[in-house]
T-cell receptor, first 115, second 110 residues
């Protein structure tokens, strides 16, 4: 497709379970970002990939959160031992390069609900 | 103090009026500023960016930047119901990482 694709669009899980959220960026985009957006808040930065490597993971809240991008395209955000406070919309965004253009192309997000 | 703060809103204006959205930032070294629009249940999309002090106009939208006051604003002229959305102010850091404000909900009523 032409845009950033995220799956699943909705995920309901129980506290303590493991979840994976997938992001397929726009073809050719080398920069990939994960953000988290809680209700009534702006997106909060989690992690940035340039190619295969995580260039900045300073936004990951704790070691339960981990993300990979093994081939420099699709990325997976992994959350272990989920907690109710992890409930949010997880947004993935990509951009053509690491130039400071500020234009990120966002996917529609994965809404995570932890019961 | 949060890095990026927006006027709390929500903001309600009549159709045809000017909507004024405001944002302050804490890092005096910030160079580039962005306004994103987010419709309910949708993802954010870029509508304006500004690098230099002063005004930048694009159609019905004008972004204003005052680096001395660390203040950015977005004016929407001739507001339309289709402008009803959450407006997110953002500043850019290293690697193109954006830091967003909490957003201001704008409602334009007919």
């Amino acid at each position: 497709g032409a845009g950033v694709s995220q799956t699943p669009s909705n995920k309901v899980t129980e506290k303590g379970k493991y979840v994976e959220l997938r992001c397929d960026p726009i073809s050719g985009h080398t920069a990939l970002y994960w953000y988290r957006q809680s209700l009534g808040q702006g997106p909060e930065f989690l992690i940035y990939f340039q190619g295969t490597g995580a260039a900045d993971d300073s936004g990951l809240p704790n070691d339960r959160f981990f993300a990979v991008r093994p081939e420099g395209s699709v990325s997976t955000l992994k959350i272990q031992r989920t907690e109710r406070g992890d409930s949010a919309v997880y947004l993935c965004a990509s951009s053509p390069s690491r130039d400071d253009t500020g234009e990120l192309f966002f996917g529609e997000g994965s809404r995570l609900t932890v019961l | 103090q949060k890095e990026v703060e927006q006027n709390s809103g929500p903001l309600s204006v009549p159709e045809g009026a000017i909507a004024s959205l405001n944002c302050t930032y804490s890092d005096r070294g910030s160079q580039s500023f962005f306004w994103y629009r987010q419709y309910s249940g949708k993802s954010p999309e870029l509508i304006m960016f500004i690098y230099s002090n002063g005004d930048k106009e694009d159609g019905r939208f004008t972004a204003q930047l005052n680096k001395a006051s660390q203040y950015v604003s977005l004016l929407i002229r001739d507001s339309q119901p289709s402008d009803s959305a959450t407006y997110l102010c953002a500043v850019i850091g290293g690697y193109g990482k954006l830091t967003f404000g909490q957003g201001t909900i704008l409602t334009v009523h007919p």
